[in-house]
T-cell receptor, first 116, second 111 residues
């Protein structure tokens, strides 16, 4: 039973560039949430995707966008990268039934993004 | 401003000692989770508490949810070096909703 997988593991970009991170949810899960974890801090919620639509969004600018595919996998896109975007980006998957979670969120290993 | 405040931020103890980590908020949560995170990895779920006053035990770990569902604690008995890691509490205000994390408590258990 595959858990949550993310790619790539590490990424180095320069300011102003764009980046795409990928996530495959745990088998049987249909909902993907993305979190940003700066060094030494707890994760901060970016947004959540369900049924290929953004269901909820945290306090992040429009430079952060996402997508969910019919197979439930998801992408996180960040445009016009800033130094402050350097962080560990975590993907978490869960299962929603009639809008309510029937399972806890399981996290992937994360993608470490460094912006120079 | 963190909605969930964890204390202490850092804890260094000797093997065999006990420790308690606190997670406090002025908000009510429908459930609260505790995670442990190793360097370079994602958080791993330890426990979910949903009922006010609930106490859950996981071997040497004891988790408590406050009666008002605003706070929680994690107590480790006879800590071992393998308990070293970043402990995170996270609250969920409604089922299926986003998780709000505390800032984390870094625990170091020295042999």
């Amino acid at each position: 039973d595959a858990g949550v997988t993310q790619s790539p593991t590490h990424l180095i970009k320069t300011r102003g560039q764009q980046v795409t991170l990928r996530c495959s949810p745990k088998s049987g899960h249909d909902t993907v949430s993305w979190y940003q974890q700066a060094l030494g801090q707890g994760p901060q919620f970016i947004f959540q995707y369900y049924e290929e639509e953004e269901r909820q969004r945290g306090n992040f600018p429009d430079r952060f966008s996402g997508h969910q595919f019919p197979n439930y996998s998801s992408e996180l896109n960040v445009n016009a990268l800033l130094l402050g975007d350097s962080a560990l980006y975590l993907c978490a998957s869960s299962l929603l039934v009639r809008g309510e979670s029937t399972d806890t969120q399981y996290f992937g290993p994360g993608t470490r993004l460094t912006v120079l | 401003t963190q909605l969930l405040e964890q204390s202490p931020q850092f804890l260094s103890i000797q093997e065999g000692e006990n420790l308690t980590v606190y997670c406090n908020s002025s908000s009510v949560f429908s459930s609260l989770q505790w995670y442990r995170q190793e360097p370079g990895e994602g958080p791993v779920l330890l426990v979910t508490v949903v009922t006010g006053g609930e106490v859950k035990k996981l071997k040497r770990l004891t988790f408590q949810f406050g009666d008002a569902r605003k706070d929680s604690s994690l107590h480790i008995t006879a800590a071992q070096p393998g308990d070293t890691g970043l402990y995170l509490c996270a609250g969920d205000k409604a089922a299926g909703n986003k998780l709000t994390f505390g800032g984390g408590t870094r625990v170091l258990v020295k042999p």
